[in-house]
C-alpha cells in the first residue's frame, strides 16, 4: 500500500475501536474528545463497542456534537446490551437520517472520501464457525445474556445458527457494496468489529486459543474479502476491534487487516488515516 508522504492529503481519518464510553468517567472522555480535536481529523471512524444499547444513542449523539466533525461508525456486540438488535439498528437509522454528524455507516452506505478512496462498513459478528466452534467452545460470553435474541436461545445450536446468520447478513451487505463499486475506486476501506482472520485475532501478544475463535472470529467474512481481493486490482483495508489486541495481517497484497488495541476506561486513538489526492493510502499512528 503506497504512502501519501509528501503528496495533498485530502482527507484525515482519526479511527477508534472499542471505546467503551459508558465504563470511563466523565473526565477521562472529555480528555479523549480533546485529543481527537488536536489530531485535527475531518472524521472520526470507530469500529465498535461504543457504550451499551441502552447507552448508544445518548452517547452517540454527545460525542459527535463534541468532536464537531463526522463520525462514521459500526456497531459492536456491547452496543447491543440490555435490547434487542432490532430496536438498537432502529434508533441508529434514526438517528443517522436526522444528526448531521451521526452516520451509523450500514444506513449511510458508501461514503466517497476522495482521491478515489471510499468508506464502507458493518459490525457483522463473530460467525461461530472459527476454532472449537461455539457449539463446542466451554467459553460462555456476556452477550448471551445481555442481547436479548441470543438470550432468547434454547440451546448452543439455535446460538450458533443466530450469530452465523447475524455474520451473513453483515457479510452480504458488504459484498453488495464492494460490488457496485466503479473503475474510479482504488482504496476501500472496510470497517467492521470481529476480525475476519483467525491469525488477527490475538490475546496478550499470543494467538488466540481456539475456544475464543469461535466468539471473535468472523472467518466467513474473511474467506469472502479474499475472494474479493482476487478479482480485483484495488486495494482492500479492513478495520476492525473487539479483541482489544493490535494485529496487522497481509492475506494477499492488495488485503489487508488492521485491529486496533483497546483499554476498558481508557478511550483512545488507534491510528490516523490520511487519505491522498493521488489515490495514496497513509495508515499511520497518531
Known amino acids: 500500500m503506497s504512502e501519501c508522504v509528501g503528496k495533498l492529503v485530502v482527507m484525515r481519518i482519526a479511527w477508534c475501536s472499542d471505546i467503551h464510553l459508558d465504563m470511563a468517567d466523565g473526565y477521562i472522555v472529555r480528555r479523549f474528545v480533546a485529543t481527537l480535536i488536536e489530531s485535527e481529523p475531518d472524521a472520526v471512524?470507530?469500529?465498535?463497542?461504543?457504550?451499551?444499547?441502552?447507552?448508544?444513542?445518548?452517547?452517540?449523539?454527545?460525542?459527535?456534537?463534541?468532536?464537531?466533525?463526522?463520525?462514521?461508525?459500526?456497531l459492536g456486540n456491547h452496543d447491543y446490551y440490555g435490547r434487542?438488535?432490532?430496536?438498537?439498528?432502529?434508533?441508529?437509522?434514526?438517528?443517522?437520517?436526522?444528526?448531521?454528524?451521526?452516520?451509523?455507516?450500514?444506513?449511510?452506505?458508501?461514503?466517497?472520501?476522495?482521491?478515489?478512496?471510499?468508506?464502507?462498513?458493518?459490525?457483522c459478528w463473530a460467525d461461530g464457525r472459527s476454532g472449537t466452534g461455539i457449539v463446542n467452545s466451554?467459553?460462555?460470553m456476556n452477550d448471551e445474556q445481555?442481547?436479548?435474541?441470543?438470550?432468547?436461545?434454547?440451546?448452543?445450536?439455535?446460538?450458533?445458527?443466530?450469530?452465523?446468520?447475524?455474520?451473513?447478513?453483515?457479510?452480504?451487505?458488504?459484498?453488495?457494496?464492494?460490488?457496485?463499486?466503479?473503475?474510479?475506486?482504488?482504496?476501500?476501506?472496510?470497517?467492521?468489529?470481529?476480525?475476519?482472520?483467525e491469525q488477527a485475532c490475538m490475546y496478550e501478544g499470543q494467538p488466540s486459543e481456539p475456544d475464543s475463535l469461535a466468539h471473535f472470529c468472523n472467518g466467513s467474512l474473511g474467506k469472502m474479502l479474499e475472494q474479493q481481493a482476487s478479482q480485483m486490482e484495488r486495494s482492500l483495508t479492513i478495520l476492525a476491534g473487539h479483541t482489544h489486541n493490535r494485529a496487522m495481517l497481509r492475506p494477499a497484497?492488495?488485503?489487508?487487516?488492521?485491529?486496533?488495541?483497546?483499554?476498558?476506561?481508557?478511550?483512545?486513538?488507534?491510528?490516523?488515516?490520511?487519505?491522498?489526492?493521488?489515490?495514496?493510502?497513509?495508515?499511520g499512528s497518531n
Open 45 to 74: 471512524l470507530i469500529t465498535g463497542d461504543i457504550a451499551t444499547g441502552t447507552m448508544i444513542a445518548d452517547e452517540i449523539v454527545e460525542f459527535s456534537d463534541a468532536v464537531g466533525v463526522p463520525v462514521y461508525f459500526v
Open 84 to 123: 434487542s438488535i432490532e430496536a438498537v439498528r432502529d434508533e441508529l437509522r434514526e438517528l443517522t437520517s436526522s444528526e448531521l454528524l451521526v452516520n451509523w455507516l450500514p444506513a449511510t452506505g458508501t461514503v466517497h472520501l476522495g482521491g478515489g478512496t471510499v468508506l464502507m462498513g458493518h459490525g
Open 138 to 140: 466451554p467459553i460462555r
Open 146 to 197: 445481555q442481547i436479548e435474541d441470543l438470550a432468547a436461545c434454547v440451546d448452543r445450536t439455535s446460538l450458533a445458527s443466530r450469530v452465523a446468520g447475524l455474520a451473513e447478513e453483515g457479510n452480504a451487505h458488504l459484498h453488495e457494496e464492494l460490488n457496485k463499486l466503479g473503475p474510479e475506486v482504488r482504496n476501500v476501506v472496510v470497517a467492521t468489529h470481529a476480525p475476519p482472520f
Open 253 to 283: 497484497s492488495n488485503l489487508e487487516v488492521h485491529v486496533a488495541a483497546a483499554t476498558y476506561g481508557t478511550p483512545a486513538i488507534a491510528a490516523i488515516l490520511e487519505i491522498g489526492a493521488e489515490g495514496s493510502l497513509n495508515f
